[in-house]
C-alpha cells in the first residue's frame, strides 16, 4: 500500500507541469488532421472520386512545400525556449523577428516559383487524367496563402517556446473553424468542388494570421523587455546575426524534406496505382494525420520543457521532462489504436460511401490500427531532440531511414502492391524510433 502511494506520488511530481501544456497542443493540433477529415468527406460524398483523389493529390504538393518549411516553427521554439531557460527576453523577441524576416523571403519564392513547382510535382505524381487537372488548379490557388502560413509558424513556435500552449490553440481553432465553415459555402453552396477547398484555405490562413499577430502582440507588452532588445535588433540586418537560426533550421529543413518525400512518393504511388487506391490511401492517411497530431501534444510540450532545461542547464529537470512525456504519449498511443479497432466500419463509411474505395481501405485498415504504436517513439523523440537542439542527428536519421529503410522495403514488395507501400512505410517509422533512440541513449550517457 505505502509502495503504490509512493509510485503515485513520484508520477505526480514527474508529470507536473506537462498536461497543462499537452492538452492545448493537442485539441490544436487535432483541429488541423480535422480540417483534412472534413474536406475529405466533403468530396467523398460527390459524385466522381476524381475530386477526392484531386485534393489528395494537390494537398500532398502543398504539404510537401510547406511542411519542408516547418522548421520555422520548430526551429524557432528550439531557440526561444532555451533563450527563455536563461530568461533571456529580449532574445526571445529578436529571434521571433529574424523568423519573420526568412519566412517572408521564402514564401517570396514560392510564390514566383509556384507555376514551375505544380507542374514539376504533377509530371512527377503523374495522377489520372481526370485528376490531372484539378489536382494542378487546387495546388496553385493554396500557393497564395505562402506567407499568412509561415509567418503564422513563427508565431507558434514563439508561444509554444514560451511555454504557453493556449494562445496557438485558440489562433488554429480560429483558422480551422473557418475554413470547415467555408469549405461547405464554397464547396457545396457554390459548387466550387475541390477549388472550393483551396480558396476556403487560403481565406481561413490569412484570418489566423490577423488573430496570431493580435495576440502576439498582446503577450510581448507583458514581457519584461529592458531598452537592450532595441540594440539587437538594430543588428537584424547583419548577415551573421541569423547564423543559429540558419544552423538549426537547415538540419530540420533536411529532416523534414526527406519525411514529406516519403509522404509523397507513398500518395505518388496511389496515384499512379489509380484512383480508388489514391481516394482510399487518403481516407487512411487522414486518419494517420490524427494520430501523429495527438501525439505531437507530447512532442510540442517536450520541445518547450527539454529546451528550458536544456537553457538552464538542469540535467535532473531534463530527465524528468523526458520520461514524464513518452510514458504519457506511449499511453495514448495505445488508446488511440484500440479506438481504431473498435470503430473501423464507421470511421470508414463516415469519409465515403463508394464501394470500390470502401473495400481497398478495408484491406489496408490493419496497418493504421499498428502505426500509433509504431509510430510514437518517433514523434516523441522528434521533440526531445528539437528542446535539445540535437537537429543533426535528426537529420541523418530520418534521411538513413528514407534511404536504407523504405526505399529498399517498398522496393522489394513491389509484387504485394498497395499493402507493400504500407508495409514499407510501417518500417520506416519504427526503425526511424529505434535509431534516434539509441543517439538518445549515448548523448545522455555521455
Known amino acids: 500500500m505505502m509502495q503504490n502511494q509512493s509510485l503515485r506520488k513520484r508520477w505526480r511530481v514527474r508529470s507536473a507541469g506537462i498536461w497543462p501544456l499537452v492538452w492545448p497542443i493537442m485539441l490544436s493540433n487535432l483541429s488541423v488532421p480535422l480540417l483534412g477529415a472534413v474536406d475529405t468527406a466533403i468530396l467523398g460524398h460527390l459524385p466522381s472520386a476524381a475530386y477526392l483523389g484531386a485534393v489528395a493529390v494537390g494537398s500532398s504538393v502543398i504539404t510537401m512545400v510547406f511542411w519542408s518549411l516547418g522548421f520555422l516553427r520548430m526551429g524557432t521554439t528550439s531557440l526561444v525556449s532555451r533563450a527563455v531557460g536563461r530568461q533571456d527576453w529580449e532574445d526571445t523577441l529578436v529571434l521571433w523577428l529574424r523568423s519573420v524576416a526568412l519566412a517572408l523571403s521564402l514564401a517570396a519564392v514560392l510564390l514566383l516559383c509556384r507555376g514551375w513547382i505544380v507542374e514539376l510535382?504533377?509530371?512527377?505524381?503523374?495522377?489520372?487524367?481526370?485528376?490531372?487537372?484539378?489536382?494542378?488548379?487546387?495546388?496553385?490557388?493554396?500557393?497564395?496563402?505562402?506567407?499568412?502560413?509561415?509567418?503564422?509558424?513563427?508565431?507558434?513556435?514563439?508561444?509554444?517556446?514560451?511555454?504557453?500552449?493556449?494562445?496557438?490553440?485558440?489562433?488554429?481553432?480560429?483558422?480551422?473553424?473557418?475554413?470547415?465553415?467555408?469549405?461547405?459555402?464554397?464547396?457545396?453552396?457554390?459548387?466550387?468542388?475541390?477549388?472550393?477547398?483551396?480558396?476556403?484555405?487560403?481565406?481561413?490562413?490569412?484570418?489566423?494570421?490577423?488573430?496570431?499577430?493580435?495576440?502576439?502582440?498582446?503577450?510581448?507588452?507583458?514581457?519584461?523587455?529592458?531598452?537592450?532588445?532595441?540594440?539587437?535588433?538594430?543588428?537584424?540586418?547583419?548577415?551573421?546575426?541569423?547564423?543559429?537560426?540558419?544552423?538549426?533550421?537547415?538540419?530540420l529543413f533536411v529532416r523534414t524534406a526527406c519525411l514529406l518525400g516519403v509522404f509523397t512518393f507513398f500518395t505518388a504511388q496511389g496515384a499512379r496505382a489509380g484512383t480508388n487506391i489514391v481516394a482510399a490511401n487518403a481516407i487512411l492517411l487522414q486518419l494517420l494525420m490524427l494520430t501523429s497530431h495527438a501525439l505531437d501534444g507530447f512532442a510540442h510540450a517536450a520541445e518547450a520543457l527539454c529546451g528550458k532545461a536544456t537553457g538552464a542547464r538542469d540535467r535532473r529537470e531534463l530527465w524528468r521532462v523526458i520520461q514524464a512525456t513518452t510514458v504519457m504519449a506511449a499511453a495514448s498511443a495505445l488508446l488511440i489504436s484500440l479506438i481504431f479497432w473498435l470503430s473501423k466500419d464507421p470511421l470508414l463509411q463516415l469519409f465515403t460511401t463508394l464501394p470500390t474505395v470502401l473495400s481497398e481501405a478495408n484491406k489496408q485498415f490493419p496497418w493504421v490500427i499498428a502505426l500509433p504504436l509504431i509510430a510514437v517513439w518517433g514523434y516523441q523523440l522528434d521533440g526531445i531532440f528539437i528542446g535539445m537542439g540535437m537537429t543533426r542527428a535528426m537529420q541523418f536519421s530520418m534521411a538513413g531511414c528514407m534511404l536504407l529503410v523504405f526505399f529498399p522495403a517498398w522496393w522489394l514488395t513491389t509484387d504485394w502492391h498497395n499493402t507493400g507501400l504500407w508495409f514499407a512505410f510501417c518500417l520506416f517509422n519504427l526503425t526511424r524510433g529505434l535509431s534516434m533512440a539509441w543517439v538518445l541513449k549515448r548523448t545522455l550517457a555521455r
Open 121 to 251: 510535382a504533377m509530371s512527377w505524381m503523374k495522377p489520372t487524367q481526370e485528376s490531372l487537372t484539378l489536382a494542378a488548379s487546387y495546388s496553385g490557388i493554396r500557393f497564395w496563402s505562402a506567407p499568412a502560413t509561415l509567418i503564422n509558424y513563427t508565431i507558434i513556435g514563439w508561444f509554444i517556446g514560451h511555454q504557453d500552449t493556449r494562445s496557438p490553440l485558440v489562433i488554429l481553432l480560429v483558422t480551422n473553424a473557418l475554413n470547415i465553415t467555408l469549405d461547405f459555402l464554397f464547396v457545396l453552396g457554390l459548387g466550387l468542388a475541390s477549388d472550393g477547398a483551396a480558396y476556403a484555405s487560403v481565406v481561413a490562413e490569412y484570418t489566423g494570421l490577423v488573430c496570431g499577430l493580435w495576440m502576439l502582440r498582446r503577450r510581448v507588452l507583458r514581457l519584461p523587455l529592458t531598452q537592450t532588445w532595441r540594440q539587437r535588433l538594430a543588428h537584424m540586418r547583419l548577415w551573421h546575426a541569423y547564423l543559429p537560426l540558419l544552423h538549426i533550421n537547415r538540419h
